[in-house]
């Protein structure tokens, strides 16, 4: 089992930045491609950003493409999401999420998830 518990979220006006944290204990940290996903009221979960097992590839939505930027520390067992130059329609709950071995590109596959965390960006 991994447990991920995200945190950093909050409320910001448009424009502002926040970063988001992803802590996960259980298992070997390296071992899992991690992921930021996020979903808004009524609409479906939706990918937002990739990161590999060493931290050295990454992927984006092309809607955060510029703005946002995924890292992980597996020294400290954390994943990370700076997320910059916000905007209103980027409220939502934002997820945590990780495959054992495999880069994570949909909902599709991922082991685990994390409880997720609100981010509300105010216009």
């Known amino acids: 089992q991994v447990q991920l518990v995200e945190s950093g979220g909050g409320l910001v006006q448009a424009g502002g930045s926040l970063r988001l944290s992803c802590a996960a204990s259980?298992?070997?940290?390296?071992?899992?491609?991690m992921a930021w996903f996020r979903q808004a009221p009524g609409k479906e979960r939706e990918f937002v950003a990739a990161?590999?097992?060493?931290?050295?590839?990454?992927n984006y939505a092309d809607s955060v493409k510029d703005r946002f930027t995924i890292t992980r520390d597996n020294a400290k067992n954390t994943l990370y999401l700076q997320m910059n130059s916000l905007k209103p329609e980027d409220t939502a709950v934002y997820y945590c999420?990780?495959?054992?071995?495999?880069?994570?590109?949909?909902?599709?596959?991922?082991?685990?998830w994390g409880q997720g965390t609100q981010v509300t960006v105010s216009s």
């Open positions: 999420a990780a495959r054992y071995l495999v880069t994570v590109s949909s909902i599709y596959g991922v082991d685990y």
């Open positions: 259980g298992r070997t940290f390296s071992n899992y491609a």
């Open positions: 990161v590999n097992r060493r931290g050295d590839s990454t």
